[in-house]
């Protein structure tokens, strides 16, 4: 109880008017409530109809939806209390007391109308999936894409295959854009001061006041960042009619820091390349080039660098060295990570581009720095050093000199032009935007796709600015919290339903097409800028065409159809810029100075970005990578700054910094450097934002200020009471530290201190975990299943920890299950299919999570069901941290039903509802499964998911377009789980009969495979043995997880070889 | 101190102990059959469709071919239903007038769908696939009846996954030649009516499709030269079935096999259009996913 | 019979009896006509005490929690419990162990002891029987209402069906549907054999008609014939040797639903024995539970002796033996074995963070009961065993607990490592479940005698039958 | 069944079971045999004296049980290996080890149906009139304290006079004569 009754959007309002220096709560975990004394007393004397008027009005306030949560808990999101009274609620009512009346066994299935077509359309068959191409543009180029169509329904994102850049592969954000596109709270209508309007309309008005302007002045848009050479071509023309207009791109998150350093290095813009299929050692400096699509060239970066770190032999592997802040993915990944505050990152890379040694480090540094240095200079050019979009300028003008001074550049780095087709300091053009909207200067502010109330730095008092516009114009997906307030609300068409280019990493240009009729007519950037042209009626599509001339070579509408086709147009990459740069730039930008209090990371969130996908249900609730945090962002911190704080995990923490503050929840992450916090932006959002974002995490914009968007010091800390249950879909680390290690009686002393993970020691100790050095594996290249190497203590939990076959007179019953089996007409031995996983390959970038919520209908459950542990993700990536929580080292493992041949689950249905097919699948039969839910306790794997409520949406229209036709949607009441996409396998399968042949090895490909940037999956006919996966499996490091208890999984996983440093070992 | 019931209560007694019995047996046949029964399979059962369309009249009167309408059966999962588009192909010019016809007329006019109700239902989450029991030698027929005859459709078998399973466990009893997939009056090889069948050699190395594995024909071939069979053919009824478009490439062979009954020949056919194994198409994960 | 007479000074109680210095199981004094009277006059009053009104009702109130707790789960699904992944199985199952188990004592007395030839069984194994059944309804709702899909719970049964499927007899889960089926089908009919005499003996000592029609219906027309009486005391021993083995199975079988599981905690042989014991001491905890009051409440400290109470105690201290030595062969297993799986196992069940339940445990089932019930002043003290009998009813439920969620919620991937959480649902329908218990309970001490008339008889000295006159029954027979 | 006439029998009331084990083993001396001793509690020495031993209860019971294991087993067994095999968890299809399960709790199931209704069956049960009901004081004491001899009327040496001095020189608190 912090607050008393209030309206609480007034009060907000007033407190951001409140003047700075003065403490200001913004954001809280618990904000004002209302007790069912104070709404007894609100409706009380009233009856009626102004009983009802009043509950009505009651009913729209904040603090009433507050009580109703805290009194019916689950009111919000998916949950058990939901719509209890509703009409669906009746329904099963009915539908329940139906089935108490044993009818439901043999009700009768409703009859079922059929819509066929008038004209069917040409190419269609019905039930025949067919695939197009297009792409996602994202900041930082865009993402090839080919979209899976049933009847022109969009139903799945994957990559293109025929892309030179993503050769196929695809990530979580561009997966999810999926679910986007059926957002159900995606914006429906024009709006107009609030009202119902139309584009028509707002054309109108806009032209005419556009015409009435002399030459455009006063005419301001502000945009996201253009990828589309289109859209920059359009807004040329734009710019020869009416000179006057300005056009300023802002993303909360932004390149600014390459775009300065580039601009001093090279004195133009420039992206960088990086081919780390030729690097021996790379160097990231904060760059979480493996953590997705926020860093440019996620796909070929993450591809290149698992080709060269997978382990042939003979072959060289490269050797990565991460120092960053935040523990990311790349840093668990790397053979050397070292922790530092973001202000020393700076510090640390002049130093090394400086060649002296870096003032003020630890030893332990200093050891790191010293190897580091020598490892690049040894690597004769076949290095690379990648600075992070998120590190500041510095670090990437260091960067720039270092490539070039180890002559990377050239073999491993090339700098090209920008993605961006108008490159600008996004920060400065935003300031001066609101210096010109405060002066009054701006008459129309038309904003693209942005979101500045809620995102832009709160010093610049973007909020006050915006009501000196008299009319403002937002293109938005969502009415939002800039649309909610300005005059015009123009919806915004996704990238599936609308035509537009864009520039991918590699500087080709993709042409974007539409997958299906804008659902809500909604309208695109090109639209927006064509309403000032001289022909306002052309159409998006005839934009691009005629701006594809300029780069379509030859026979035009040959080339457009192949460019259709192909989703991307030859030979628009980028050519490298000759030369490198040098280290003067570097001098331009200052180290960040010494820092007081503690220091804040201000970091996209690693599944909902800047807040973008704050909205949608699948990125929500993925564990985020490295935490597993679902539902929730948090103060994060290390294990000593936690200790120094006096906080617990899931303690509310009082961040105060620069007069503002926020609470969050604190959480602690092994390997986090001391004294800084690490914020994730994206959250906090309110009722605008969506039924999914709404209310979800703290809002960690409300600290960012403009001329820190990186990071900041001098914060304070402080506990506050009460707690705050983190939504976890592991163990928390902090609760589960290695008190029983210690007591381990095999190494007594590994853990003195009681600082280990107790998960992540017993992954080892439980052989879950297998992987070796280099040398190791070269001495030993069984490692796998002798002892003896790092992280393989196996022959220790049970009597067959290989996994071997019982010999022939061990067993009960030896001969039965034969999945060898010969077709006697064709003597072909039958198909038997079994996946392995790459653990040195696996990234745990959760890519694969988001496609098997796509291809396999998953439901979103909400935070609540996913906090006591319910979580529907077929496949998850499993992070155990080794070691010293201060410095760990991380493992992921992807970890889905492992198909194996005695299952237990099995064996304990009591209804036959899971069974092995003779292919060797483990079978879930949704619709004859009761849920006993034995199968899930007698799973060591832990891979069963089940239904407890009704998870699944039945209700929401939009959603039942997007579903998975080849896929059952469950129920509650039953359990489910991967079933290495049966469906894929079943099509194939057919496929092949009608065509009286054998399935081809690579012919399926399940859904997490498809995604995987790093090829760490593989999936096939075992019993083929020039198969892919038959060769995975015939290698030596390949094991089987749990081996010991003989439940002979399908799926096995390819042991780890990591290449550490020998002078860091 | 008297009886307290009445002489005639032992009787009553025991005649409803023996009633008891028999509810509880009847109630368990009942339910039994109930579950069997067209009230809850809707076999038989003629819905109310927006037009009264007959089957009889368009194949057995007109003799149109299946896929003139159900133009996706060989290729799709499902077996689809015509758009309006085919049925004004033909009704722009005749019947132009019939009351009957008035919702098509309306559904081109307006390009509203005409809304028929759904004859063969299964459940969703049943996956069946059209087209691989088509191409594998499953006639119309052998599921959904003398279509032929039938002036309203109606749905002649359970559908229930007993039915289903009958077949999936021994499919030889309903394998016929590709060739007279749309044969609706086949009846199988007999003593009176032989079927002379030999491999066509194209699906032998594993490649080609199951429809061209087997060239079938019910005329002596040692006779005359034989009439080989297409996938997409005749219409006749009863009658033997010929080519209107000769295979591609395809040598004739020279061996044939003759079949006097269904259980030889679906043996046969089995073998040679590689229909997967009893254990496999029993399998749960061939339709529940 | 007052408790402080016995404890200060057994000499001079006259319910002990002088030749063996035990209790008597029946007061002296009693003909066939008193104690006919006695019990039948409980059934046949038309005066209810006020306190079985009170009684009634609260246990329909609190049963109805059961009511209200199962309403909304099949509105809204097992997701109102506290069960997760990998706590898939929690209180639900808890209770059904439990219940189960309770039950037990039930058919102990009433099939073992006969066999066993131990008459003082007679004046208690009514009541235990009526437990039984009252145990196994209690028992049996939680698997119906466990699964996801409770409307669907019939397939696990075989019938004949359009679908071709059929129940999966590998499963524990199956077997339990036969164990306790069986179970619950055989308890019923010894329990109603058992009572057609005394349904008879009501029939005719009613004076009610509607009781006259509704007893006699219930009597078959037993007239007492001795034809009947050898026939029906064949069937009532060939039941005794039939409930026998099934008790033994029934648990065994539910422990099968652990131990055939691969999970370290669940995946042991003892279980079986170590099941059927604690199912004994648990269920003669419940029957003293309820005989306490009982034969306060209708004075019948002449029938339910303290002879019972001891013995009931001593049974307990017997199979808490039995108990104890489970969890320290379990303790010494997970050492012996040299498994990891088993050691992490015991060791986190100890001092993880759900280790206080396997104190309670161990305190409640052990450390009290083990070392109490070695003191005869104590097991004939009525207040101490009452006491002591709900102790060990808790202590038996958190046996369940700590095999059902400590061994769930942190097994073989460390990663998929979670807690166990009840939700007031869950405690809800407990608490429900022992309103329905009471509530039965209750009806079946109003309206169905809760002491066999006919045995009771029989233990009576009249019975003695002389041969070659009648002078000669003033010889009483033995009376144990 | 018909609705027979006249008298069932005599019947005579005593006090103890003493006198009527004493009065029964003489009436069977004395030739009587169809006959029967109604008392409150199972007296074993009144059967002796009747001379029944054998009751066919154990054989049902046994038959019941035969039947339970058979039905269950090959139940059991025809559902995994013919009905429909499936491969279940890689178990073979016949796996006797776990059949035995239902299989035992059927066998106890069907004997011990087959005991409770068999006895019920072979006491030719229920059978709510009899006439031995109509007796006045038969209800009063036959299940509850008294102790009962009846020499029914179509024992051949039964005389209504006869049987009644027979039975009235046992120390019977009454012989009434019962109706049909």
Redesign the interface.
């Known amino acids: 109880m912090m607050k008393t009754t209030g309206n609480g959007t007034e009060d907000t309002m007033a407190e951001m008017k409140a003047p700075a220096g003065q403490p200001v709560v913004v954001t809280q975990i618990a904000p004002a409530k209302m007790t069912l004394a104070e709404v007894h007393a609100k409706l009380d004397g009233k009856t009626g109809r102004r009983f009802w008027k009043n509950l009505d009005e009651l009913a729209e306030t904040p603090a009433f939806h507050e009580l109703m949560e805290e009194e019916f808990p689950r009111q919000a999101g998916a949950g058990?209390w939901v719509d209890?009274v509703s009409r669906r609620?009746f329904l099963?009512?009915m539908g329940?007391s139906l089935?108490?009346a044993?009818l439901?066994?043999c009700t009768k299935q409703p009859d079922e109308p059929i819509f066929p077509y008038i004209k069917q359309p040409e190419d269609l068959i019905l039930g025949k999936a067919m695939y197009f191409a297009t792409a996602y543009p994202f900041p930082t180029g865009a993402i090839p894409v080919l979209i899976k169509s049933d009847s022109f329904r969009p139903i799945k994102v994957d990559g293109n295959p025929e892309h030179p850049m993503s050769k196929g592969k695809s990530d979580a954000f561009t997966q999810a854009t999926l679910l986007d596109l059926y957002d159900p709270d995606r914006s429906q209508h024009v709006l107009h001061r609030g009202q119902v309007s139309s584009w028509g309309e707002f054309q109108q008005a806009f032209a005419t006041a556009a015409k009435k302007t002399s030459g455009g002045q006063g005419i301001y848009f502000l945009s996201e960042t253009i990828t589309s050479p289109s859209l920059a071509a359009q807004w040329k023309q734009v710019q020869a009619v009416y000179p006057q207009a300005k056009l300023v791109q802002w993303e909360p998150v932004n390149q600014d820091s390459s775009r300065a350093a580039s601009k001093a290095a090279f004195g133009s813009y420039t992206d960088a390349q990086y081919k780390l299929e030729e690097a021996d050692v790379i160097l990231s400096l904060d760059a979480d080039f493996l953590g997705g699509i926020g860093h440019p060239g996620f796909l070929p970066l993450a591809a290149g660098y698992a080709e060269r770190h997978r382990y042939e032999e003979g072959k060289p592997m490269n050797r990565l060295y991460v120092v960053e802040t935040m523990p990311t993915v790349t840093g668990f990944k790397a053979e050397h990570r070292l922790g530092l505050k973001p202000s020393e990152i700076a510090t640390f890379a002049l130093a090394l581009a400086n060649g002296a040694a870096p003032q003020g480090a630890t030893a332990e540094q200093q050891k790191f720095f010293a190897a580091l240095s020598a490892d690049l200079k040894n690597s004769g050019g076949k290095c690379v050093v990648i600075p992070g979009e998120q590190a500041s300028p510095a670090v990437h003008a260091a960067a720039y000199a270092l490539n070039s001074s180890l002559g990377a550049v050239g073999k491993t780095v090339i700098y090209t032009e920008t993605v961006n087709p108008m490159p600008t300091d996004q920060l400065a053009e935003l300031k001066s935007l609101v210096a010109d909207m405060k002066a009054g200067k701006v008459q129309w502010l038309v904003m693209l796709g942005v979101n500045p109330i809620y995102s832009a730095p709160w010093d610049l008092g973007f909020r006050d600015a915006f009501e000196n516009v008299p009319v403002t114009v937002q293109l938005g997906a969502h009415v939002d919290e800039t649309g909610a307030i300005s005059n015009w609300h123009i919806n915004k068409s996704h990238y599936l339903e609308s035509w537009s280019d864009a520039r991918a990493y590699d500087g080709t240009i993709t042409i974007i097409q539409p997958m299906i009729d804008p659902m809500y007519q909604g309208r695109s950037a090109h639209d927006m800028l064509q309403a000032l042209l001289a022909d306002p009626q052309q159409s998006a599509y005839d934009v691009v065409v005629a701006n594809a001339k300029t780069y379509i070579k030859g026979d035009f509408a040959t080339g457009w159809r192949k460019a259709l086709h192909d989703g991307w147009v030859e030979g628009t990459a980028f050519t490298a810029k000759a030369g490198g740069a040098g280290k003067s730039a570097m001098a331009s930008f200052p180290t960040p100075s010494g820092t007081n209090g503690l220091e804040i990371s201000f970091r996209p969130d690693p599944s909902i970005y800047d807040g973008r996908f704050a909205n949608v249900g699948w990125l929500q609730e993925l564990p985020k990578q490295v935490t597993s945090l679902s539902w929730d962002n948090a103060a994060i911190m290390s294990i000593n700054t936690l200790a120094d704080l006096k906080l617990d995990e899931s303690d509310p923490v009082k961040i105060t910094l620069n007069g503002r503050e926020v609470i969050a929840p604190a959480m602690m992450i092994p390997g986090h450097p001391d004294g800084v916090i690490t914020v994730h932006l994206g959250f906090g959002r309110g009722v605008e934002a969506g039924r999914v974002a709404q209310g979800v995490g703290f809002d960690a914009y409300q600290i960012r200020i403009a001329d820190e968007l990186l990071f900041t010091s001098g914060a304070t800390a402080k506990k506050v009471p009460g707690t705050y249950d983190l939504c976890i879909t592991?163990?928390h680390n902090i609760?589960?530290r290695g008190s029983?290690a210690q007591?381990d009686l095999e190494k007594p002393l590994s853990d003195k201190d009681g600082v280990y993970s107790?998960?992540?020691h017993?992954?080892e100790?439980?052989s879950?975990i297998r992987y070796a050095t280099l040398d190791e594996v070269k001495k030993n290249p069984n490692f796998a299943h002798e002892g003896g190497a790092s992280g393989t203590l196996i022959d220790?939990?049970?009597y067959s920890p290989q996994g071997e076959k019982v010999p022939h007179d061990n067993s009960f019953f030896p001969d039965n299950w034969n999945y060898e089996k010969q077709d006697p007409s064709t003597l072909k031995i039958q198909n038997a299919w079994g996946m392995a996983i790459d653990l040195n390959s696996c990234i745990g970038c959760n890519a694969c999570i988001v496609s098997c919520y796509a291809e396999n209908n998953i439901p979103v459950i909400g935070r609540e069901?996913v906090k006591?542990?319910?979580?529907m993700q077929w496949l998850?990536i499993?992070?155990?941290f080794e070691g010293d929580l201060h410095a760990p080292k991380a493992h992921f493992?992807p970890?889905a039903c492992q198909h194996c041949e005695n299952a237990?689950c099995e064996?304990?249905?009591?209804?036959?509802a899971t069974v092995h097919t003779p292919e060797g699948l483990n079978t879930m039969v949704y619709n004859?499964?009761?849920?006993?839910?034995?199968c899930?306790?007698?799973c060591?794997?832990?891979v069963?998911?089940?239904?407890?409520?009704?998870y699944s949406d039945y209700d929401t229209e939009s959603l039942k377009f997007m579903r998975n036709p080849d896929v059952s949607v469950r129920s509650?009441?039953?359990?489910e789980k991967c079933s290495y996409c049966v469906q894929r396998i079943e099509q194939a399968k057919i496929t092949a009969d009608k065509e009286n042949r054998e399935i081809r090895d690579g012919e399926i490909v399940t859904a997490c495979q498809q995604a995987c940037p790093t090829n760490a999956i593989t999936f096939g006919n075992i019993n083929d043995k020039a198969s892919k996966v038959a060769k995975a499996k015939a290698e030596e490091r390949d094991y089987q997880?749990?081996a010991d208890?003989n439940?002979r999984p399908r799926t096995t996983y390819t042991a780890g070889v990591i290449n550490p440093n020998p002078e860091l070992a | 101190?008297a009886q307290?019931?009445d002489r005639s209560s032992?009787a009553l007694?025991r005649f409803s102990l023996v009633l008891t019995g028999v509810i509880v047996i009847a109630l368990g046949v009942t339910l039994?059959q109930l579950?069997?029964s067209p009230w809850v399979t809707r076999q038989g059962q003629r819905p109310d469709q927006p037009i009264p369309f007959s089957h009889k009249h368009h194949v057995e009167g007109l003799g149109l071919q299946c896929q003139y309408c159900h133009t996706q059966v060989e290729k799709a999962a499902y077996a689809g239903i015509p758009p309006t588009k085919t049925c004004i192909n033909c009704h722009a010019q005749i019947w132009t007038n019939a009351e009957l016809l008035e919702p098509v007329r309306q559904s081109w006019a307006t390009g509203a769908s005409i809304q028929w109700i759904r004859v063969h239902d299964l459940p969703d989450y049943v996956y069946f696939n059209h087209e691989i029991h088509v191409n594998k030698g499953i006639g119309c027929a052998s599921c959904h009846g003398r279509v032929d005859q039938m002036p309203l459709m109606y749905q002649q078998n359970?559908l229930?996954?007993?039915w289903c399973?009958n077949c999936h466990r021994n499919p030889a009893v309903n394998l016929r030649p590709t060739s007279e997939i749309y044969n609706m009056a086949w009846a199988g090889p007999s003593g009176d009516k032989p079927v002379w069948c030999t491999s066509t050699g194209v699906g032998a190395a594993g490649s080609g499709p199951t429809a061209q594995n087997v060239s079938c024909t019910t005329t002596n071939p040692s006779g005359k030269g034989p009439e080989v069979a297409m996938l997409q053919l005749n219409t006749e009824l009863n009658g033997p079935t010929s080519s209107d478009v000769p295979p591609m490439g395809i040598t004739m062979p020279a061996s044939y096999q003759k079949f006097t009954n269904q259980m030889d020949l679906g043996r046969y056919l089995t073998t040679q259009y590689h229909i997967r194994n009893p254990e496999q198409l029993s399998s749960c994960e061939t339709c529940h996913r | 019979m007052a408790t402080k007479g016995p404890m200060q000074d057994p000499i001079v109680d006259p319910m002990i009896d002088p030749r063996t210095g035990e209790y008597a199981v029946i007061a002296p004094g009693h003909?066939?006509?008193s104690v006919?009277q006695k019990i039948a006059g409980i059934v046949l009053t038309s005066n209810t005490p006020l306190g079985w009104f009170f009684g009634l009702i609260v246990g329909a109130g609190v049963a109805l929690g059961v009511v209200i707790g199962c309403t909304w789960l099949?509105?809204?699904?097992?997701?109102?419990w506290?069960?997760?992944?990998?706590?898939?199985?929690g209180f639900a199952i808890i209770n059904f162990v439990w219940w189960i188990g309770i039950g037990h004592a039930g058919t102990l007395i009433s099939a073992i002891l006969l066999l066993f030839k131990q008459t003082w069984r007679n004046s208690i194994n009514r009541f235990a029987e009526a437990m039984t059944i009252f145990a196994v309804v209690c028992a049996g709702t939680f698997p119906l209402i466990?699964?996801?899909?409770?409307?669907?719970?019939?397939?696990?049964f075989?019938y004949?069906?359009?679908?071709?499927?059929?129940?999966?007899?590998?499963?524990?889960?199956?077997?339990?549907?036969?164990?306790v089926?069986?179970y619950a089908?055989?308890s019923i009919?010894?329990w109603?054999?058992g009572m057609i005499?005394d349904f008879?003996?009501l029939?005719?000592?009613a004076t009610m008609p509607a009781a006259?029609?509704f007893y006699?219906?219930l009597s078959?027309?037993?007239?007492?014939?001795?034809?009947?009486?050898?026939?029906?005391?064949?069937?009532s021993l060939?039941?005794a040797g039939?409930?026998t083995?099934?008790v033994l199975?029934v648990h065994t079988?539910i422990s099968?639903?652990f131990a055939?599981?691969?999970?370290a905690g669940w995946h042991t042989t003892i279980f079986p024995p170590y099941f059927v014991a604690g199912a004994v001491y648990s269920g003669f905890a419940m029957v003293l539970t309820l005989a306490i009051p009982i034969r306060k409440f209708y004075h019948m400290e002449d029938l339910v002796t303290l002879r019972h109470l001891d013995n009931m105690a001593k049974v307990m201290l017997a199979t808490g033996s039995i108990v104890a030595y489970g969890y320290g062969m379990e303790v010494f297993m997970a050492w012996f074995s040299a498994?990891?799986?088993e050691f992490?196992m015991m060791?986190?069940r100890m001092f993880g963070?759900m280790g206080w339940a396997y104190w309670i445990l161990i305190l409640t089932n052990i450390a009290i009961p083990l070392t109490t019930l070695w003191s005869r002043k104590l097991r004939v003290n009525v207040t101490f065993l009452f006491i002591l009998s709900l102790i060990v009813n808790t202590g038996m439920w958190f046996e369940r607990f700590v095999i059902v969620v400590t061994s769930?919620y942190r097994?073989?991937?460390?990663?998929?490592?979670?807690?166990y959480?009840a939700t007031k649902w869950d405690y809800m329908i407990y608490v429900g479940t022992m309103g329905l218990f009471t509530f039965l309970f209750f009806l079946f001490v109003r309206f169905l005698p809760m002491i066999p008339m006919?045995?009771i008889?029989?233990m009576l000295p009249?019975?003695?039958?002389?041969?070659?006159?009648?002078d000669?029954?003033t010889v009483s027979k033995e009376t144990v | 069944m018909p609705a027979r006439e006249g008298t069932y029998g005599l019947l005579a009331e005593f006090n103890?079971?003493?006198?009527l084990?004493?009065a029964t083993e003489q009436a069977r001396h004395a030739g009587y045999r169809r006959m029967?001793?109604?008392?409150?509690?199972?007296?074993?020495?009144?059967?002796e004296a009747?001379h029944?031993h054998k009751?066919r209860?154990?054989m049902v019971?046994l038959i019941g049980?035969l039947m339970g294991v058979t039905t269950?087993f090959l139940?059991?067994t025809w559902?995994?290996v013919w009905?429909?095999p499936l491969n279940?968890?890689g178990?073979p299809l016949f796996?006797w080890p776990?059949?035995i399960?239902?299989a035992?709790?059927?066998t106890?199931?069907f004997?011990?149906?087959s005991?409770?209704l068999?006895?019920?069956a072979?006491?030719g049960?229920?059978?709510?009139?009899?006439p031995?009901?109509n007796a006045p004081n038969?209800?009063?004491g036959?299940?509850?304290?008294k102790f009962?001899l009846c020499i029914e009327a179509v024992d051949p040496k039964f005389s209504l006079a006869e049987t009644r001095t027979f039975l009235e020189q046992f120390?019977a608190v009454s012989v009434v004569e019962v109706d049909h």
């Open positions: 058990e209890a609620g099963k009512v329940a089935a108490l044993g439901a066994g592991k163990v609760e589960h029983f007591h107790l998960a992540g017993e992954a100790e439980r879950i220790k939990v049970g069901q006591v542990g319910r979580i998850r499993d992070t155990y493992q970890m237990g064996q304990v249905c009591p209804v036959g004859r499964c009761v849920g006993t839910r034995y899930s306790n007698n060591p794997y832990k069963r998911r089940f239904n407890f409520l009704l509650r009441g039953v359990m997880v749990l208890l439940f | 101190m307290v019931f032992n007694a039994d579950q069997r359970t229930q996954m007993e399973l | 003909n066939f006509k006919t099949f509105l809204k699904g097992t997701g109102i506290g069960v997760t992944i990998p706590g898939a199985w466990h699964v996801g899909r409770p409307w669907l719970a019939y397939w696990l075989p004949p069906n359009t679908m071709n499927v059929w129940p999966q007899f590998r499963s524990p889960l199956a077997w339990d549907v036969f164990a089926s069986t089908s055989i009919i010894f109603y054999i005499p008879g003996t029939r005719d000592r006259k029609y006699g219906m078959l027309g037993w007239r007492g014939s001795t034809r009947h009486w050898i026939r029906y005391e064949s069937a060939l039941l039939l409930s083995p099934l199975s079988v099968f639903d055939v599981a691969a999970l498994s990891h799986w992490f060791w986190n963070p769930l097994e073989y991937l460390p990663s998929s490592w979670g807690t959480r006919s045995e008889r029989m009249q019975t003695k039958v002389t041969r070659g006159g009648p000669a029954e | 103890t079971p003493s006198e084990v004493h029967e001793c109604y008392t409150p509690y199972p007296v074993e020495e009144a059967a009747l029944f009751t209860v154990p019971c049980g269950a139940m059991e559902i995994n009905a429909y279940i968890a178990r796996s776990a059949f399960i239902p035992y709790e059927w106890i199931l004997a011990g149906f005991a409770a068999g006895m019920i072979l006491n049960l229920p059978q709510l009139y009899h031995v009901f038969f209800r009063n036959a299940t509850t304290d009962f120390p």
